[in-house]
């Protein structure tokens, strides 16, 4: 596209979480712009090149999720250019960053994030201006699924038609979540996971984890390297959310009701809204783990050694029907975090249902 100068005005990018969107989406600016691109390459020596490799090039701007912030003052406004500083540190330091380390380098972790009014009245603002150098103009906004309809409403025009030589890029990891306004206008690209091999490559080469590490990583990340990348950096979140699905699951399989309404208890007391999504998100994992193995397809479900004797015991003892709904389950509990709703009812609700559908 960018060779033949056909480039949409409106596209979105839309992937598993960490699995390359925003580095595609950042070095794909970065071509458009180069003056002297080199075999489908970007120069990395014109200022254009320098500039986006520090993400400070001043016609591309970017628009995430925020709220207030300790790391802001009193007076000023929780919006994207305030904690642009933030941002950049986490994505140049580690670009396939998880919604929740986000969060954390914004210090905004267990609020709920929103793409608010304000972030359309300073992309109109930054629009309206000429670019400052002779190349494309783009707002990149990630995660769009988190923009308020009021938002929606004041950029669709500029999103239909926008300047020449402008670009409207969104990465979102929930297409069906963005607001069918903003949806319906862009073109749609999906970055699949990227394949073990490549996952250990990038491990290696451009996070210098050891080749050992980085295959183990790679065989059970899914084919994202943000999630092999935070398993490496906190293991203290991957063994308490094992704890808990094994309380949780165990206390199913064994019929006893108090212990698993303890484990529900012990879960919704998560510290934040982002750690019980990332909960759900890890037992959904486990529970396509145990429906692989269930069928006879252990090598390929990326167990480890460690997690394979727990659950190929779940898989053993629990009903055909019974990982299609928990699955369900753990995703309407997601949803239903994101709305907001009490926690301990939602993890209640969950354990009564794993509870009785687990056989």
């Known amino acids: 596209m960018a060779d033949s100068g056909r480039v949409p005005h409106a596209m979105l990018f839309y992937e598993n979480e960490g699995c390359g969107a925003l580095p595609l989406v950042l070095n794909f600016c970065r071509y458009l712009n180069c003056r002297s691109p080199k075999n489908g390459k970007p120069c990395g020596e014109c200022p254009s090149c320098r500039q986006m490799a520090k ?10 999720p925020v709220n207030t912030s300790n790391r802001l003052s009193s007076s000023e406004k929780p919006i994207s250019a305030a904690l642009l500083k933030w941002w950049r540190e986490l994505a140049l330091s580690n670009p396939y960053f998880l919604e929740n380390e986000l969060y954390q380098a914004l210090g905004i972790e267990g609020k709920a994030a929103a793409v608010a009014v304000a972030e359309a009245k300073y992309i109109m603002e930054k629009l309206s201006l000429s670019p400052l150098q002779d190349g494309y103009k783009a707002v990149v906004v990630w995660l769009p699924e988190k923009m308020n309809a009021e938002t929606a409403n004041r ?6 038609e926008p300047p020449e030589k402008t670009l409207f890029i969104f990465i979102t990891h929930s297409p069906e979540k963005v ?4 949806f319906s206008r862009c073109q749609s690209f999906r970055v699949p996971p990227a394949s073990r091999e490549e996952v250990a490559r990038i491990l290696v080469e451009r996070f210098n984890v050891s080749e050992e590490q980085a295959q183990v990583q790679a065989a059970v990340s899914g084919g994202s390297v943000g999630m092999a990348l935070s398993r490496l950096g906190d293991r203290e979140d991957y063994n308490r959310n094992m704890d808990l699905f094994a309380d949780l699951l165990n206390g199913a399989l064994n019929r006893d009701l108090s ?3 303890e484990a529900a208890e012990n879960i919704a007391a998560l510290p934040s809204r982002e750690k019980l999504k990332g909960f759900c998100i890890f037992a959904g994992d486990c529970i396509r783990k145990i ?12 167990a480890t ?10 898989a053993k003892g629990c009903g055909d029907a019974f990982c299609p709904k928990a699955l369900g389950y753990f995703d ?9 709703v009490n ?3 939602v993890f209640c609700d969950l354990a009564d249902r794993i509870y009785l559908s687990i056989r």
């Open 55 to 64: 993400l400070e090039h001043p016609d591309i701007h970017f628009i995430f």
């Open 155 to 160: 950029l669709l025009k500029i999103v239909e």
């Open 179 to 182: 607001l069918q306004t903003i």
């Open 259 to 261: 212990v698993t309404l």
């Open 291 to 302: 429906y692989m193995i269930k069928k006879g397809m252990s090598s390929i479900s990326n």
């Open 305 to 314: 050694e460690q997690e394979l004797p727990f659950l190929t015991g779940i």
């Open 332 to 340: 309407k509990a997601t949803s239903l975090i994101d709305r907001n």
């Open 343 to 345: 926690q301990k009812i």
